[in-house]
């Protein structure tokens, strides 16, 4: 069976939100599935001395501009939250608190919560906030605010930030096709040619 396509994210990277529209659909044409991995863009930058995109003079600006024509030409929702950069903990949690035992579900909550991100302007910072996105696809938000608080998921997320870092992870969305790197939203129509190709 081929390897399932490694879809790191941030819930709180607009270019991850893109990404999460068409990633699982680019891995269907090539009978293969995405395996979605929230990480912590705040680790990252710690080692990489970088910060959130919108917050660089000049390729700020034009990030956003890029953002928005971009969600125009997918067709999608598209709202910066008035608070830009926001904390993605809680939400990233919720994540594999429901992976560890329904995947599936996990994904959906990820679709959920960057719906709510990016496509409303709510980023869901606190437990509570996260915690109701599960609401929206049949959890109880109160079996996922208890996840949240596990000490085993807290553990789980820095286990999973620290394993993107040893990868070589350092922005959002980053893929990697059985061992191949690629960074950006804007590599998924390469993604496409390599498989297409077996690569080169």
């Known amino acids: 069976m081929p390897q399932p396509i490694e879809f790191w994210f941030d819930f709180s990277s607009p270019y991850g939100y893109l990404a999460a529209q068409r990633i699982d659909k680019l891995a269907e044409n090539h009978r293969r599935s995405a395996s979605w991995r929230p990480f912590l863009l705040g680790a990252v930058f710690k080692v990489t001395g970088s910060q959130p995109l919108l917050n660089f003079p000049l390729k ?26 926001f904390l993605s903990v809680a939400a ?43 609401s929206a696809v049949g959890v109880d938000p109160k079996a996922i605010l208890a996840g949240i608080n596990d000490q085993a998921i807290k553990d789980k997320l820095r286990t999973e930030t620290d394993r993107a870092i040893q990868l070589g992870v350092f922005g959002s969305p980053f893929f990697f096709v059985d061992g191949e ?17 077996g690569g080169w």
């Open 60 to 85: 700020g600006d034009y990030s956003r501009h890029d953002m928005e024509r971009s969600a125009r030409e997918y067709e999608v929702p598209f709202k910066i939250p008035e608070k830009f950069p």
């Open 92 to 134: 990233a949690r919720a994540f594999y608190f429901l992976d560890a035992s329904d995947p599936g579900k996990a994904r959906a909550y990820a679709k959920a919560a960057y719906a709510r991100i990016f496509g409303e302007g709510q980023p869901p910072e606190s437990g509570e906030a996260a915690a109701e996105i599960g």
């Open 181 to 197: 790197p690629f960074w950006g939203h804007d590599r998924l129509e390469q993604i496409d040619r390599w498989l297409d190709s």
